[in-house]
Every structure is written in C-alpha cells, then in structure tokens.
C-alpha cells in the first residue's frame, strides 16, 4: 500500500511544492533503504538527474563506528527533495554536504532527522543555498539524541545567499536531545552578495556578472573543497551557479 | 593624463567633494594630503566609480576619455588601479583565482590574449617576490586572515600584476611598519615611475613621500584643494599641521 500523500500541515512537507508532487507520488512514496555496517565506510554523490521534479528519500542506518559522506547537489527546474534519515549507533560518523541552487520558480529543498543512538557519534550537516527569481530553497534539519547517547557531537551550518528581492530561503535546524552530556552546535544565515566585495572585483576589472560569478563560486564551492574536491559535482555546481547567476 | 575639473560629489545625499581641480601629467606622482573627513577617500571612491559617490557637477577625463561615464570594470581596463585602503576580503575565492580573472577580463576587453594558468602564476610569483611577499599566501583567499601590512602589500602585489597606467593610492601606508614602507615605496616607484604612467597618491604622512617623492603636494580640506606645492609642503605640514599650514 502506498504511503499517505503529505500535506503541508507536516512539518517536514511544510514549503514542498505539493502540486508538482502529486503526479509522480507513487514512484518515491517509499524511501530507499542504506545500511553501513560496523566500522564500514560509505560515500556517496547524488547529482541532479536533470528531471523537473525530482525526489530523492533515504533512510540510512550506520552501525557501531560506520562512517557515511554524503554530496548532493539538489537543483531542480520545478520542484527537487533530498530526504534523509539517518541512525547513528556507537562512534558512528556521518557528513553531508548539500546545495540548494535555484531560479525561476524552483523549490528545492533538503530534509534531514539525523537520530544519534548510540553513544560518541559525530554528525556534521553543511548546507548552501544560493536562490534567484522567484525560488525557493529551504533546509529542514532535525538532530534527536536518545537518552542514551552520550558525547554526542552535532554540527549544522546552514547558509543561503538571495539574489532577488523574490527568492525565498528557510533554515530551520531542530534539536531534540535527551542526553546531558552532549554537543550540538548549529549556525544559520541568510544574505546578499556584498556591495563591497563586488565593488572590488569590478575595480579589478571584472564586469558585474563575472564579479557576481566568482563571488557565488567562493560562497558555494567550499562545500566541495573540503572533501578532496569530487570533481563532478564540483562541476554540476558550477554550470548550475551560471545558469542561477543568469 | 588624469584631469579633474571643479568635481562635485556626495555621498547619501551629502555633499563630500566641494569642486576639486587637479592635473596629474603623464609621468607624474602627485600627493594629496589633508585631514580626516577632508574627501580624500571619497575622490580615491569617486574616480574609481563605487556606487553610491554620486557626482553632482564638474568632470573627470582620463587619457582624453571621459572617466565618469565608464563602468568601474571599463575603468579598470583604460589602466586606473586603485588601491584600496581597507583592502576587502573574499572568503572562498583564492588570490591566483581573483587575479587571474581581473587579469584576463581586462585583456579581452582590451582585445589582447589571455594568459594561460601556468604563465600567470609565474608573472604573481616574481611580483609577490618583488614585494617581499610569500607566493604560497596567493593560494589563499583574497586578503582573508591577512594582517592589516600584509594587504597592503598584497595591494602592490594586485598593481603590479595588473600593471595600471595610473594609480591612485589611498592611505597604501598606514599599517605599514618602516621596513615595509620602504619596499612598498620601492616598488611604487618601480612599477609606476615611467612617461607614460601617473600616480594619486593619498596619505596623511610625509614619511613615504620621502620614499616615493611627488612631483607635487596638495593640501585637500573640506572638499576642495585649498594649496598646492612641492614636497616641502609636505614636510612643512607635517611639522606644523593642517590648521596652521592653511591659515
């Protein structure tokens, strides 16, 4: 049986662009399961199939000192969802790199609950936004730390840049913790592209859409940079931030 | 080369430049000198084109062009350079990256070829080592974690890269300690002492003319050049200040 079509009174289907939803529910009601075993290593890059509308839902169960890395680059025309759920049993690490890049009347968006279980797991989320038009790009994060998971270490840092009065961006990191002796850290911002910055560029002789090319590249690609650079979706990155730019 | 007539300029709605007139030759450097809150940045903003430096009469011509109704970019590939005095940092965006880009854009505007990666990081290597200047700190990000010397430096570095016809210098020596004031003093003179080059040279203090020695001194107060000599204008302002200097 196919699992209930969301409404927007769920929390985490709040800013879904449920219309475009609708006629290809079936295909993604139900989530892929990944499962790494203990002391097991996973590393993944989820790029943009190119579709209009495109979801991808995950459950992801990392054993007893498993580590996950997670790149993805959400950018679709009409409506595109990264949806992760994620368990962290004992010293379970998992990292995910992720980018909303959007224009037009775009809504991306990504989704995580990352549930810490076991005790000493690390989880470190890093998402970048960069939004024109009229799109939407939003990051819906939970962390839950179970009563007994001690030590736990959690990092959100979320950032979106707005390149019109007519974008949107939501940042809503969540925390649900149930132990006392953890760390949780989050971080959110939402800006422009700095007038400075851009003005020092042109001064150098850059015309104002290569200034604007070059800054938003310093503002997103760092998510690549950290991770040994994956090529390919370094370069997704980019041909998508040029046809965002315009 | 560089000609301003009667400039007038604000600054949110305010008038900053009160009919600034100046010649700068070919071949020259001239100093202009003056108190806190005289104009001195807001001329440097003016000719280099930042938005919101709204000239309100009077005009600028450069190299027989008119400067005023070119873009900041167009600016920048006539030959203006303006150092900046709090030079501005770009996280994410390394040196070699920024520069090469500004290098290049300025090139095909001017209809010239493009340098290949490998012949620009030779040509940031022997300009940073002319300036005293570890090449590796061109891998970073532009003037991120720089001290306050170090992107003033770097500024010298980004002008003799981009090898401007005329520059205009704004406060390039506070922050310097005297060692570095001398190299950033020689390499002025090295990379912009030529015929067909000129130079605006903005400071408070006499200390690095002695090293870069102007052709001519002018004193800027509340908008307007109120005197003009050689440099012991400088020295003689330097010893009594402004308000005596003037009076």
């Given at each position: 049986?196919?699992a209930?079509f969301?409404?927007?009174r769920q ?8 219309d475009?939803?609708k ?14 075993g203990?002391?097991?290593r996973l ?8 579709d209009?509308?495109q979801?991808r839902?995950v ?5 007893s ?24 049993e004992?010293c379970?690490?998992f990292?995910l ?9 775009s809504?991306n968006?990504?989704?995580?609950n990352v549930k ?6 690390r989880?470190?989320q890093t ?8 799109a939407v ?5 939970k962390?839950?730390v179970?009563?007994?998971?001690q030590?736990?270490?959690?990092e959100?840092s ?23 002796d ?26 104002p859409?290569a200034?604007?090319a070059?800054?938003?590249e310093?503002?997103?690609?760092g998510l ?23 | 080369?560089?000609?301003i007539t009667s ?5 949110a709605?305010k ?12 071949g ?16 440097a903003?003016v000719l ?8 309100s009469e009077g ?6 062009r ?9 600016r920048?590939a ?6 900046f005095q709090?030079?501005v940092?770009i996280p994410g965006?390394?040196?070699?990256q920024?520069l090469r880009?500004?290098?290049?854009a ?6 010239e070829?493009?340098l290949?990666a ?5 040509l940031?290597?022997?300009q940073a080592k002319l300036l005293?200047?570890?090449a590796?700190m061109?891998?970073r ?12 430096r ?6 003799g890269?981009?090898a401007?016809?005329?520059a205009?210098?704004?406060?390039t020596?506070s922050?310097l300690?005297i060692d570095?004031l ?5 390499g002025i ?7 067909d080059?000129g130079?605006?040279l903005?400071t ?9 020695r102007p052709d ?21 302002l ?8 003037v009076?």
């Amino acid at each position: 049986m196919t699992a209930p079509f969301p409404t927007h009174r769920q929390e985490e289907w709040r800013y879904a662009d449920l219309d475009a939803l609708k006629p290809v529910w079936e295909q993604f009601a139900e989530p892929m399961t990944l499962t790494v075993g203990p002391g097991e290593r996973l590393e993944e890059i989820w790029l943009p199939s190119g579709d209009d509308v495109q979801l991808r839902r995950v459950q992801l169960a990392l054993g007893s000192g498993a580590k996950a890395r997670i790149f993805t680059l959400n950018t679709a025309a009409v409506y595109g969802r990264i949806e992760l759920e994620v368990s962290l049993e004992e010293c379970a690490e998992f990292e995910l790199y992720g980018a909303n890049i959007g224009t037009g009347l775009s809504t991306n968006e990504i989704v995580t609950n990352v549930k810490h279980i076991g005790v000493g797991g690390r989880s470190r989320q890093t998402i970048r936004s960069v939004l024109n038009g009229k799109a939407v790009g939003s990051y819906l994060g939970k962390v839950e730390v179970a009563r007994g998971a001690q030590k736990t270490d959690a990092e959100q840092s979320v950032k979106a840049m707005l390149l019109d009065r007519g974008a949107t961006a939501n940042c809503k990191p969540e925390l649900e913790i149930f132990a006392d002796d953890v760390k949780c850290a989050h971080g959110a911002t939402v800006g422009e592209l700095d007038a400075m910055q851009l003005f020092y560029a042109e001064s150098r002789g850059m015309d104002p859409a290569a200034a604007r090319a070059l800054l938003l590249e310093g503002f997103a690609m760092g998510l690549w940079e950290s991770a040994g650079e994956p090529d390919a979706i370094a370069e997704a990155a980019r041909e998508a931030l040029r046809r965002a730019v315009g | 080369m560089l000609e301003i007539t009667s400039l007038h300029a604000t600054v949110a709605d305010k008038p900053i430049l009160n009919g600034v007139s100046l010649r700068v030759p070919a071949g020259e450097v001239h100093a202009i000198m003056g108190p806190n809150g005289s104009g001195k940045s807001t001329l440097a903003y003016v000719l280099a084109g930042r938005p919101g430096y709204e000239v309100s009469e009077g005009g600028v011509s450069f190299d027989g062009r008119d400067l005023l109704a070119m873009e900041p970019h167009e600016r920048a590939a006539a030959g203006l350079f303006l150092g900046f005095q709090y030079p501005v940092e770009i996280p994410g965006v390394s040196y070699l990256q920024f520069l090469r880009e500004s290098l290049n854009a300025q090139r095909r505007s001017r209809g010239e070829a493009e340098l290949s990666a490998g012949e620009f990081i030779k040509l940031a290597r022997e300009q940073a080592k002319l300036l005293g200047m570890d090449a590796d700190m061109l891998k970073r990000p532009v003037n991120v974690g720089f001290s306050g010397g170090e992107k003033k430096r770097a500024e010298m570095v980004q002008m003799g890269i981009l090898a401007p016809k005329f520059a205009i210098l704004d406060e390039t020596d506070s922050g310097l300690d005297i060692d570095a004031l001398r190299i950033v003093g020689d390499g002025i003179n090295r990379i912009m002492r030529a015929p067909d080059k000129g130079v605006l040279l903005i400071t408070h203090y006499e200390r690095l003319l002695e090293h870069v020695r102007p052709d001519r001194v002018h004193v800027l107060q509340a908008g307007k050049i109120t005197r003009s000599g050689d440099i012991e204008l400088a020295r003689e302002l330097e010893s009594t200040g402004y308000a005596e200097a003037v009076a």
